[in-house]
């Protein structure tokens, strides 16, 4: 019987310092120029990618860590270096998920490697289900995919908005509404190919944090893609519609697939619980930076003759950013791990992962502007960037609010749209 152990093994604590070294020597130090360009920073991506840290091969082996610990180990490292830049890092890695969970093998086989590129020419890719008036209320996205049938080509239209790498992507992965009666039951994800005529990047947005991350909105105009492009294949679409289909015509009910209801619910959920905790990670990797630097700071300011950690205030202020730190990785690393074993998420834990990391983020970044007094203020010092980029942590991949209402629902056993 596995023995219950805390410590990681000598293979992860390797691949951690190998990617805290890369966060620490090439990231951070480029961090304030890329927040104030405001751009992709493609040459560090290139550096990541010369080293195979920018790989489908490197996610790949850590998504499949028997512990569940590599993805939360990679992004806490990395968004301690610097949000904005890892994102644009890791950005990729969600188009690149979106095409694992739905895609054929050799959907998988042909676009993910384009995703990457290669590390003389590196790409990245874009997951686009967001729009202007579908952001928590997904079922009532507007992007249409209709099939025409005589050329075997699905013809997309409609906008999508707050695009990671939106527009500036190889790949686009685009969710767009197939049947429109059937709610949420009725969108597929389609790969959009390179260079395809009538996707355009609309406006590119200036952000309060996380700058060095391109975000914009991604115009679909007439967008024809061939047949293959249908994540899942068409045969498999058609069964899941037909059943949503029968499901909404019982009212409800319908003729349940293998497996029942049940496991269809679940696995939609699972796939949500499962990726919340890497956003989760992300929060405590900002958290830490920016509980180090303040405790740095507060170890060496000193006021009244004394460093101002003297006070109990302050000192105080660090116990309490360090114990939610480790607090926030804890339930990070459960649900890293429940979802990794096939453990059921009975409590959203997944969602609670997230939720908890990124109130922390935000908090524990705020705390640590204020012990850094007018210089925690200034764009000299980095914490000012750490608590802008912080922000974001509540509101994509699922608000907090939408976080609390997943959790409440599923303690309830109230169904979750
Ligand atoms: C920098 C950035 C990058 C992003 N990257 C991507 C990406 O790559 N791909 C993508 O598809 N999307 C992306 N998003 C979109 C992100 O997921 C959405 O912004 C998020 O889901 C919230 O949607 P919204 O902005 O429309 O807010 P709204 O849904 O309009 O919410 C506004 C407020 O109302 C609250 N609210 C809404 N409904 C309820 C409710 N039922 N109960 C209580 N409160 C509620 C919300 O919690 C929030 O506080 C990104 C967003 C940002 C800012």
Redesign the pocket.
Request: charged share 15%.
């Given at each position: 019987m596995a023995e219950f152990t805390m410590e990681l093994n000598d293979e992860q604590k390797e691949v951690r310092d190998w990617i805290h070294g890369f966060a620490a020597d090439v990231v951070r130090p480029a961090a304030a120029e890329w927040d104030e360009r405001e751009e992709t920073p493609w040459p560090v991506i290139q550096e990541a990618a010369k080293i195979g840290l920018y790989s489908l091969d490197f996610y790949a082996q850590q998504f499949f860590d028997p512990t569940g610990l590599g993805v939360p180990m990679t992004m806490e490292e990395l968004f301690w270096g610097d949000a904005g830049i890892a994102?644009s890092i890791v950005?990729t890695g969600?188009a690149a998920v979106g095409v694992l969970a739905n895609g054929t093998e050799e959907q998988i086989g042909t676009w993910v490697p384009q995703m990457y590129g290669d590390p003389n020419d590196v790409k990245v890719a874009?997951?686009?289900?967001?729009e202007?008036d579908?952001?928590?209320?997904v079922a009532s996205m507007r992007t249409r995919a209709v099939y025409d049938e005589a050329k075997d080509e699905w013809v997309l239209n409609g906008t999508?908005?707050?695009?990671?790498?939106?527009g500036i992507a190889n790949v686009h992965v685009v969710?767009a509404v197939v049947d429109p009666d059937l709610g949420s039951k009725g969108h597929a994800s389609f790969i959009v190919p390179p260079n395809t005529p009538g996707l355009s990047q609309g406006q590119k947005?200036k952000?309060h944090g996380?700058r060095a991350?391109h975000?914009a909105e991604v115009v679909l105009e007439d967008v024809r893609v061939p047949g293959h492009c249908l994540l899942g294949g068409k045969e498999k679409l058609d069964e899941r519609l037909a059943r949503a289909r029968e499901k909404a015509k019982a009212g409800g009910v319908g003729v349940p697939p293998a497996g029942g209801w049940g496991r269809v619910k679940n696995a939609a959920m699972a796939t949500f619980e499962a990726s919340r905790p890497a956003v989760g990670a992300m929060a405590v990797g900002t958290a830490r930076a920016a509980y180090e630097e303040a405790l740095e700071y507060a170890r060496t300011r000193e006021q009244f003759g004394r460093p101002i950690i003297d006070n109990q205030g302050v000192a105080f202020q660090l116990a309490d950013m360090r114990t939610q730190i480790d607090a926030a990785r804890l339930l990070v690393w459960r649900a890293s791990w429940m979802a990794t074993t096939g453990k059921p998420f009975t409590s959203a834990e997944g969602s609670m992962s997230k939720l908890f990391a990124s109130e922390v983020a935000k908090k524990v970044t705020a705390q640590a502007v204020q012990i850094l007094g007018g210089n925690g203020f200034t764009r000299e010092y980095p914490v000012e960037r750490m608590h802008r980029d912080a922000a974001?942590y509540t509101?994509?991949?699922?608000?907090?609010?939408?976080q609390?209402?997943v959790i409440a629902r599923t303690l309830s056993g109230m169904p979750i749209r």
């Open positions: 994102l950005g969600l874009a997951f686009c289900s967001s202007p579908a952001g928590s209320d999508k908005t707050w695009a990671t790498n939106g969710v947005f952000k996380i991350s975000t974001i509101i994509f991949e699922g608000t907090s609010e939408i609390r209402l």
